[in-house]
């Protein structure tokens, strides 16, 4: 008896050390504010809001899953107290917004909306690029036709895995005025099939309590769903569900801000302008986070090699003593992306260096769009309206369509249908029938499908009409 005492002695110990090791390790790295630090939200707010200045709502979003399934999740929508008409919303994706961010503070206090994904789960990273982002569209669609939200007015800001959740909603839709980005992946095949499991063996080559990359080695398993369901390296899907793909088909301003000392998620796949070739020597010799030449496709490709060179605006700033701050900069391009050089990776870093502190102030960048509306910082883009013209067709490689199962649930034919007419139709609202006509026309006449894409654009200005 003793000696099995001794034993479940020994055993709690161990795992006391082992868990007091870890999550020491954690919050050396990302601060006192974990989930705010790790979901790119902005800094714990100075003053949070009290109960009686907002009021809070639980919305039960359907979707159709991959496998046919109808599924509900629920999004948590906040609004103002005493809110009256159609006021703006945010959109936070993938994780659940944190009610404790000056950010937060500042969209309540300035008359908007936030929303986001409700109760979220650890799980959800596996399904990111499938079921999670079919959610993601839905908890989007579920917005756009709520009474009381300014449909002219709905912007997104997301990061890390909800940065490119970010991404993929602002390359997939239009009739949202402007989007954040912070450190979003980019590449779903670099990041989650090839740099993670790297990643892991330098853990598993290290101590059993000194994880050389802690925080990576936290997070790295909840997305190896991913490397399941893609099992083969060449399928398409690797390139179809990576935002690299659809560099082109921004339609409306988007910020993208990211560290050069980003270890979580490489900054090489949004531009290889600014990245280190070593890391700052806590890792293993040669250890980088480059991309190699010898992926599939285009996936050795950035996003900033692959977008609209017209439209896309690159800067890189560095800031004393690692403190980021200021108002965070943009331009008139669809496409902008702030670099802060804060050095090369570290084993010590996560999204930033470990000596990096503070973050832009981006209210007044939400606050000009939100100003300028939805007639104002849109435009018509090839790319986007041959997207689109899939999703209505039933082709969209990251939004199968369903049919059969249910017609009023998001997942299905009939509603994505619906979503383009209604997206399409919002813009020619905003403009005109000729003007979009034209632009449509323009699309058709580069694509292979032409025949049959002016078949469903004739279709779809019926409708319109």
Known sequence: MKKFLWVICCVFVFCFVFGASVVSKFKDILGPDLVASFTLQGATAAETLSADEFEKEIIDVKYIKADGEVDTRQIVLYKPANAQGDIPVIFVPHYAVNENTADFVAYIKNGWAASSPYNVKNEYNGTL?????????????????????????????????????????????????ASIANSPIANIYFNAHVYFPKSDEVNRNTGLFDFIMPVQGMISKSFQPINDILTNENDPLWEALSPVSMAKAFSSPIVINHNTADILVPIDQITKKYTY?????????????????????????????????NEVSISKYVFENNVVEGE??????????????????????????????????????????????????????????????????????????????????????????????????????????????????????????????????????????
């Open 129 to 177: 690029a499938t079921d999670d982002l079919v959610f993601n569209n839905a908890a989007l669609y579920t917005l756009r036709n709520m009474n009381g939200i300014d449909k002219q007015r709905i912007a997104m800001v997301g990061g890390s895995a909800g940065g490119y959740m970010t991404l993929m909603l602002s390359q997939l839709h239009m009739g949202t005025v």
């Open 277 to 309: 070739e070593d890391n700052d020597g806590t890792l293993p010799e040669g250890f980088n986070a480059s991309l190699d030449d010898n992926y599939p496709g285009i996936l050795s490709s950035s996003l900033e090699e692959l977008a609209n060179q």
């Open 328 to 465: 965070m900069p943009y331009s008139e391009k669809l496409l902008t992306i702030n670099v802060i050089d804060d050095g090369p990776i570290s084993a010590k870093g996560s999204h930033v260096a470990p000596n990096t502190t503070g973050g832009y102030d981006s209210m007044p960048y939400l606050q000009d769009m939100m100003d300028k509306t939805l007639r104002n910082t849109e435009k018509l883009v090839p790319e986007k309206l041959l997207l689109l013209l899939d999703r209505y067709l039933g082709n969209s490689k990251q939004l199968p369509a369903h049919e059969g199962i249910n017609d009023n649930v998001y997942g299905s034919l009939a509603i994505y249908q619906k979503e383009v007419a209604d997206e399409l139709s919002t813009w020619v609202e905003n403009h005109s029938l000729e003007e979009m006509d034209s632009a449509m026309q323009e699309a058709l006449s580069n694509s292979a499908n032409k025949e049959q894409y002016t078949e469903v654009w004739n279709e779809i200005k019926a409708h319109i009409k």
